[in-house]
């Protein structure tokens, strides 16, 4: 149905510029899957969190001044002296940890459903770039601060740049602009985390372009059949999606304004020391898992090698997972090694934030082993041994019942 | 969305929507400006900012027919320890020859004293002291002149120059601000 409007001014713009007709393609009478659950709510939360993100921050760089002298003085300026400062900080700081969480639902919602299966390749490896590029900005915003986690932290992860064989100490000399983290680096850092959430809006955009050529995936993981399985994004999505960022707000407030520095390091309250190192260093919660990869190795290279592995097996898993159904309801032996999976993420969260000693060594190298086999030998097996449960005929028929769509065997609720 | 009900009825049920709308949209409209307002706040000058609102100058070491110019809020005050004659040039000027007419006793708290923010009310330039036709102040950006009460005699500035909040607190020591 094409756009339509009794406005005069409203039809002579989009005769000219046609925003409205594409606000009423993609938003209003989008079509989508009509059995969509609340799991599907995480995609528009973190494009939400994103534009918390960057207001915020816009506004906190109209304060902080980027120089290893002052760096630390005037994020304390903010936190005491700026009209609301303490607020728009605790909202950045924490909104960090908020789109890590929300994305890592999102991405753990496409692991169950199978959203990365053709034809959505390109729209996960869209995905996967977008959660690099945030990986990059929040270690850079964490250096801002200037505080003993935000310059020790900033030493070791540019120093994985030291175990590419020949050219790695030039390339930290050329990240850091001199020959340890100083001014120069703090520089560059505020620079590229104020261009790169603008990169990850372009990113969205290409994300949201490729899920709108073929719709949304869905609880059930196949096709839509035809009209009668889709319903207009608009009110029912904007409504159910206004309904769970109102639950998320109502979260996020409770972590801003009464543990607010619940998920910080309290060493980045100490102004960075350039000659001593904190007893434990750790990243943010959100880095945990890959740090532990990163220590389970022994080797410098290897251990580096295996973290970056750890995102970029990403990309090849639309081929890893052989099994032709998406959705893990009608798989019954994949829902297990999921709920396996899951586990092994945890462990290594804990892992990670734990010194590399004992008993946490151990069960690191074992958490690490185990990623790569979920990805490299389970799934692949998986898909080639499970015999899926029944799927149903259409998204209609599990709701509508057998009679809607008469089909040979409808598909049971429990497993 | 229309939803008839089977013991409302049509026109019921609008109603009750449309209140549910409007107290919602409401709500929401209260709510979002509620968090719209730090955002715009932040702006306005902060609690650092604030507390260098006030300057306190001795006035001691100022002999009679010097000025001083000291910074507050950023901006230059002059301080202007008034001769005699000086000070019965301003109080003798006839109000018809002023741009902006006000009594040199409204300006001073003691005669000998004249505290001025030391900005042209034209556009912001600072005026150079003893200078110009009335001993004053001349504005080396537009020619404006300003006389020993630092009332504006020449144009193109419209009025005379401010006169800060200020207070003795003793004799020989004022707080501006």
Redesign the interface.
Known sequence: MAFQTNSKLVKWIDYRLPIFTMAQHSLIEYPTPKNLSYLWNFGSLAGIVLVIQIVTGIVLAMHYTPHIDFAFASVEHIMRDVNYGWLLRYMHANGASAFFFVVYIHIFRGFYYGSYKSPREVLWFLGILILLVMMATAFMGYVLPWGQMSYWGATVITNLFSAIPVVGEHIVTWLWGGYSIGNPTLNRFFSLHYLLPFVLVGLVMLHLMALHQHGSNNPLGIDRKGPQDSIPFHPYYTVKDLFGLMVFLVVFSILMFYFPNALGEPDNYIPANPLVTPAHIVPEWYLLPFYAILRSVPDKLGGVLLMFSSIFILFLLPWLDTSPVRSGRFRPLFKQFFLIFIIDCCVLLVVGANPPEGMFKIVGRIATAYYFIHFLIILPLVGWFERPRPLPQSISEPVLGAGAAPSPAPAREKA | ?TTITKDGGASDTKSRRDFLYVAASAFGAVGAAAAI???I????P????LALSSTEVDLAPIAAGMIVTVVWRGKPVFISHRTAKEISEAQNAKMSDLLDPQADADRVQKPEWLVVVGVCTHLGCVPLGHQGNFDGWFCPCHGSQYDTSGRVRVGPAPANLPVPPYAFLTDTKIRIG
């Open positions: 969305m307002w730090p955002f706040n932040q702006m306005n902060s609690a650092d900012v």
